[in-house]
């Protein structure tokens, strides 16, 4: 059985930085990542993924600004979020994927970030 805790969201204001971190149980995935659901949109938009050799992958909006990082010996995924806007405010979402199709997401967890 899979269990993913996700811990690290709290309330930051806009050029601050944040950590986040997410601990799987249950078994290794092959790629590990974030998503975010903004304020009146649907969850789904990626933030940055992470494979078990370490391929990562990052949205635009992103890029340069967070980095994703993963333990595969403890099952975790870390992302490092740097020069945060306002528009980085959303529930971010830690997920795992086992091929060829199941996924596995946290509980969510709030960062807000006041202008």
């Known amino acids: 059985q899979v269990h993913m805790v996700e811990s690290g969201g709290v309330l930051v204001q806009a050029g601050g930085f944040l950590n986040l971190s997410c601990a799987a149980t249950?078994?290794?995935?092959?790629?590990m990542g974030w998503y975010r659901q903004a304020p009146g949109k649907q969850r789904g938009e990626l933030v940055a993924t992470i494979t078990t050799v370490g391929i990562s992958n990052y949205a635009d909006s992103v890029e340069g600004r967070f980095t994703i990082s993963r333990d595969n010996g403890k099952n975790t995924v870390a992302l490092q979020m740097n020069s945060l806007k306002p528009e980085d405010t959303a529930v971010y979402y830690c997920?795992?994927?086992?091929?060829?199709?199941?996924?596995?997401w946290g509980q969510g967890t709030q960062v807000t970030v006041s202008s």
């Open positions: 249950g078994k290794i995935f092959t790629s």
């Open positions: 997920n795992a994927f086992s091929p060829p199709l199941t996924n596995y």
